[in-house]
């Protein structure tokens, strides 16, 4: 099975600021990940899919990166709607797997 | 626009059975792949199954290979899941989701349904 390794665990930070969250699989998944945010209570909500590609309707502060084995979320300017935890999943193969999840809190 | 409803969930003892329903709705059932997935109480999420399009092939987590069965029922655009044998640990709420559009489509969700619980103790 892939692993998938997420840093850190949590953060804290601002509105406005620049906040950088990581992802590593255990080995070689392309581009074949996504991101998704979920908010308490609620089900998770797809940002990224295919490691970079922007899911319709989330807004352009949302970025990802990455290719092989290290990917990256980026939220250029967060917002107090972005307040939420963050999971990745590798997309490349059965078991699907998800990262264990980024908190992101109010600093 | 398109919907998932999840129903079943419940209180059940340990070695007991549920079956879980998802009906869709804005779509085909059919033309999509579709899977469960679940998160256990304050926890991660964990993929549980996943049934294609073309063929209707079937896929699960060794956690619940053996035990859980997916299914779907084209002529009511429901997405099931048979869950026996219940243990404990498969204490969670429930998620259907619907795989993005793509060729071959990516193996990840566009959109979830609300979640039903289900919860296993004695």
């Known amino acids: 099975d892939i692993q998938m390794t997420q840093s850190p665990s949590s953060v804290s930070a601002s509105v406005g600021d620049r906040v950088t969250i990581t992802c590593r699989a255990s080995q070689g998944i392309s581009s074949w990940l ?42 250029s300017s967060l917002q107090p709607e972005d307040f939420a935890i963050y999971y990745c999943q590798q997309a490349n193969s059965f078991p699907l797997t998800f990262g264990g999840g980024t908190k992101v809190e109010i600093k | 626009e398109v919907q998932l409803l999840e129903s079943g969930g419940g209180l059940v003892q340990p070695g007991g059975s549920l079956r879980l329903s998802c009906v869709a709705s804005g779509f085909t059932l059919r033309n999509y792949a579709m899977s469960w997935v679940r998160q256990a109480p304050e926890k991660g999420l964990e993929w549980v199954s996943t049934i294609s399009t073309s063929d209707g092939s079937t896929s699960y987590a060794d956690s619940v290979k053996g035990r859980f069965t997916i299914s779907r029922d084209s002529s009511k655009n429901t997405l099931y899941l048979q869950m026996n044998s219940l243990r404990p640990e498969d204490t969670a709420v429930y998620y259907c989701a619907k795989y993005i559009t793509g060729s071959p489509p990516p193996r990840c969700f566009d959109y979830w349904g609300q979640g039903t619980l289900v919860t296993v103790s004695s």
Do not use: E, H, M, N
């Open chain 1, 34 to 75: 996504a991101w998704y945010q979920q908010k308490p209570g609620k089900a998770p909500k797809l940002l990224i899919y295919g490691a970079s590609s922007l899911q319709s309707g989330v807004p352009s502060r949302f970025s990802g990166s990455g290719s092989g084995t290290d990917f990256t979320l980026t939220i």
